[in-house]
């Protein structure tokens, strides 16, 4: 399965590290998946809501099913982010450009879950 894969067969994803800073990458992901009709949901310790919409201080607070993690936070918060993600038995997790490390990876590999580091942006043009 490739990124554009991903954005065509999931709906529900949640990206962490979302900011309301418009000009910050966790902006601009969480506001391009809510243009592609996504369910989105903000994961951040630091911000309460992202345009009115409520976010959430860990993925274990979002009470649906996550499809997909999109990581857009420094990899060594990422560390913590991937073992909640396989407690969760969320099976997708998409890396941004400098979200991640070799730790990160090697732990992600350890879990089985999949893993697709590219910009979301980038990926999602044609779309």
């Known amino acids: 399965m490739n990124a554009k894969d991903i954005l065509t067969n999931y709906q529900n994803f949640a990206v962490i590290g979302v ?7 966790g902006y ?5 998946l809510k243009q592609l009709n996504k369910t989105v949901f903000g994961i951040s310790p630091i911000y309460k809501d992202i345009d009115g919409i409520t ?3 860990s993925l274990s607070e979002v009470n649906k ?3 997909v993690a999109v990581f857009v936070v420094n990899p060594k918060f990422g560390i913590e982010y991937a073992k ?12 941004q ?12 590999k350890d879990t089985n879950i999949n ?3 590219n910009c979301i942006l980038v ?3 044609d779309i």
């Open 19 to 25: 900011t309301n800073n418009h000009d910050k990458f």
């Open 28 to 32: 601009k992901i969480f506001q391009r």
């Open 55 to 57: 976010t959430y201080s």
């Open 65 to 67: 099913k996550i499809d």
């Open 84 to 95: 909640e993600c396989q407690k969760l038995e969320i099976n997708h997790i998409w890396l």
């Open 97 to 108: 450009p400098g979200t991640y490390d070799d730790n990160l990876i090697s732990l992600i």
């Open 115 to 117: 893993y697709y580091p």
């Open 123 to 125: 990926e999602s043009q």
